[in-house]
């Protein structure tokens, strides 16, 4: 069954080529290096610079927010990379369609409330970064999430009401717990695990805060999982 990004990029496969969108686009067309179709727009943002590709977003946001659902559409697609991976990171949101499906709609809204006047600049990083406190905010309340320093204690906080008992990140929670009390995974490696597969944190940030290099902690993390599976199956 096809997800929202299979979707996304099926319409998206229409829309390319499209000469009444290009026309509806001119202003961005014309940012873009003097782009004949939105094909050639999104070719000429992955393979520009940093400040001329940011050209082309900062007028398609422009649009955007003043209610131009095709330059948002468009925006949303030369951000699917990065929304991609944010629906990757964020496993506590549910399974992939869920998680694909939240992705989405963080990085579409705040693609249509973008806040020009704050921001006119690092048009796509900034999306990014609001739509990963937004995702950050609609994890359920299973566990407490990492504070700002990935060093910090994590704390156990009780479930919501409607958060069901068989919401992943409580099942991970719990396996966790389980293992640790176990002598399965050592404490330490529970708290990445939950940091960076319920916190959403990446690993290179915790690394950072620990003084050790990012592929230290993959590797732990790995050992770590590969522990937990086989609790989980035993």
Not at 114 to 126: H, K
Not at 141 to 152: F, G, R, S, T
Not at 158 to 170: I, K, N
Not at 212 to 232: K, N
């Amino acid at each position: 069954m096809a997800d929202v990004f299979d979707l996304l990029e099926h319409e998206w496969a229409r829309l390319r080529g499209d000469r009444t969108a290009r026309r509806r686009l001119r202003d961005v067309c014309a940012a873009a290096g003097g782009a004949r179709s939105l094909a050639d727009v999104e070719r000429y943002v992955r393979s520009a610079g940093p400040q001329d590709a940011d050209r082309v977003l900062l007028a398609l946001v422009r649009r955007a927010v003043a209610g131009d659902g095709l330059a948002a559409r468009v925006l949303l697609q030369l951000l699917l990379p990065g929304t991609r991976a944010l629906a990757r990171r964020w496993w506590a949101l549910g399974d992939a369609d869920e998680r694909a499906a939240a992705a989405v709609a963080a990085v579409y809204h705040r693609i249509r409330r973008y806040p020009l006047a704050r921001r006119p600049g690092r048009v796509a990083a900034n999306i990014l970064l609001d739509a990963a406190t937004e995702l950050r905010r609609a994890v359920p309340k299973l566990v407490a999430l990492p504070a700002a320093d990935p060093a910090a204690e994590v704390r156990a906080v009780p479930a919501r009401p409607d958060d069901g008992p068989d919401h992943p990140a409580l099942e991970l929670t719990e396996l966790l717990r389980d293992a640790v009390a176990a002598g399965v995974v050592g404490r330490e490696d529970a708290e990445l695990i939950a940091r960076s597969r319920i916190g959403g944190q990446r690993v290179a940030d915790i690394a950072a805060h620990r003084g050790l290099r990012p592929r230290t902690l993959w590797a732990r993390r790995q050992r770590a999982e590969s522990a937990l599976v086989a609790l989980a199956a035993s």
